[in-house]
């Protein structure tokens, strides 16, 4: 069994057939979904993530203001994420959040404030962090040492695509580093450096539909059943049976989440 450890399938590219797609990604073996809400904090896209959770047994929720909209948040946003989290129970992360410096939706002094009050209310939920991190390293990795290194739960950098040294710092942080179809990628000879170094207990899988689609299938929408194309991938890169990268990602998913394990 696999775990998708996240996915953006409520949104609107899965209208159409997202009953088919998550059919297809159990079909696949994918016996979970962490779904990741993100939008416009004031909108329905929180509650719409929720209900999709609640709706399905195999999907876990997380909900937090990303990066890009960081701009939208305000205490309105943080009482709203706050109610939702301690209302539903299948919502088991703060996230994703962090800060984008290659688009810079948001100003980078909001982002980093919106960034710090997140990582404050997670850490006095006692709820994993999504982080999402672009051309902002040094002032993330600061972030977290400063307003999250004394929380009882951890987190995960989603959709890594950085630096070596990036992956040592959250490693250090005693962090999950969450892997995606990008380490499939002809060009992403660094990141599959990466891919190998980083411990087996600290590894995880995600697709981050509908984007990154993993080759053979990149230029198409993604979906939760490719994420073995990123399993066999790493399963090659560390010389293990991919069933294997299966089974120790999916146990990782439930320590990091707090959630029972798949059998």
């Not at 047994?57 to 305000?74: E, M, N, V």
């Not at 989603?158 to 999950?176: I, Q, V």
Request: hydrophobic fraction near 40%; aromatic fraction near 8%.
């Amino acid at each position: 069994m696999y775990i998708d450890s996240h996915a953006h399938i409520d949104g609107e590219e899965f209208n159409a057939d997202r009953e088919e797609v998550i059919e297809r990604a159990q079909a696949a073996g994918v016996a979970t979904i962490l779904n990741v809400g993100t939008g416009d904090p004031h909108s329905d896209v929180f509650e719409r993530a929720v209900e999709l959770g609640e709706k399905h047994q195999s999907i876990y929720t997380a909900i937090g203001t990303h990066p890009h909209d960081a701009r939208l948040y305000d205490d309105a946003a943080e009482a709203k994420t706050r109610k939702l989290i301690k209302q539903n129970s299948k919502v088991v992360a703060w996230g994703e959040i962090g800060l984008d410096f290659h688009y810079d939706n948001s100003p980078r002094d909001v982002q980093q404030a919106v960034f710090a009050k997140q990582l404050i209310s997670a850490k006095e939920l006692n709820l994993p962090v999504i982080i999402h991190t672009r051309e902002a390293e040094t002032e993330t990795i600061a972030l977290l040492k400063s307003e999250y290194n004394d929380a009882r739960a951890r987190g995960v950098f989603h959709c890594f695509s950085g630096s070596m040294e990036l992956a040592k710092s959250a490693l250090d942080l005693d962090f999950y580093i969450s892997f995606s179809g990008i380490v499939t990628f002809k060009k992403a000879d660094q990141l599959r450096e990466v891919a190998s170094y980083v411990p087996l207990d600290r590894l995880l899988i995600e697709t981050d539909c509908p984007f990154l689609a993993p080759i053979p299938f990149r230029g198409r929408r993604n979906e939760p059943a490719h994420v073995i194309e990123v399993a066999r991938c790493v399963a090659g890169l560390r010389g293990i049976d991919i069933n294997e990268v299966g089974r120790i990602t999916s146990d990782n998913f439930a320590t990091l989440f707090n959630i029972p394990k798949t059998q």
